[in-house]
Nanobody, 128 residues
Framework: QVQLVDSGGGLVQAGGSLRLSCAAS????????MGWFRQAPGKEREFVAR????????TYADSVKGRFTISRDNAKNTVFLQMNTLNPEDTAVYYC?????????????????????WGQGTQVTVSS
């Protein structure tokens, strides 16, 4: 079965950094675009970043461009989210997700409905 285990969240001060990891199993990891989403209390789940199955193309939400970097290591079935210059507005539960369709080159997959499987979530809290 498909399993995504995300980790690396924690409490940091504004301006600090965190690196999230997502370990994938139960499917051919290198065949799928992977994404990161986040959800703050009282808010809807929102797109953060995605990386294509080959790792060559990335897309970021405007709110994190220049601060966050998504990457993947297909040999280790792992996707990462490096978060720098964190702001209190980044406080949320972060979720790793696998896109529904394998080997898709079109579109940027920024909608949660484009993803079929999700990690359990890891809490990121940024203090002032």
């Amino acid at each position: 079965q498909v399993q995504l285990v995300d980790s690396g969240g924690g409490l940091v001060q504004a301006g600090g950094s965190l690196r999230l990891s997502c370990a994938a199993s139960g499917f051919t990891f290198s065949s799928y675009t992977m994404g990161w989403f986040r959800q703050a209390p009282g808010k809807e789940r929102e797109f953060v970043a995605r990386i294509s199955w080959a790792g060559s193309r990335t897309t970021y939400a405007d709110s994190v461009k220049g601060r966050f970097t998504i990457s993947r290591d297909n040999a280790k079935n792992t996707v990462f989210l490096q978060m720098n210059t964190l702001n209190p507005e980044d406080t949320a539960v972060y979720y790793c997700a696998r896109r529904k369709i394998a080997f898709e080159f079109g579109g940027v997959a920024t909608n949660a409905n484009d993803y079929a499987y999700w990690g359990q979530g890891t809490q990121v809290t940024v203090s002032s």
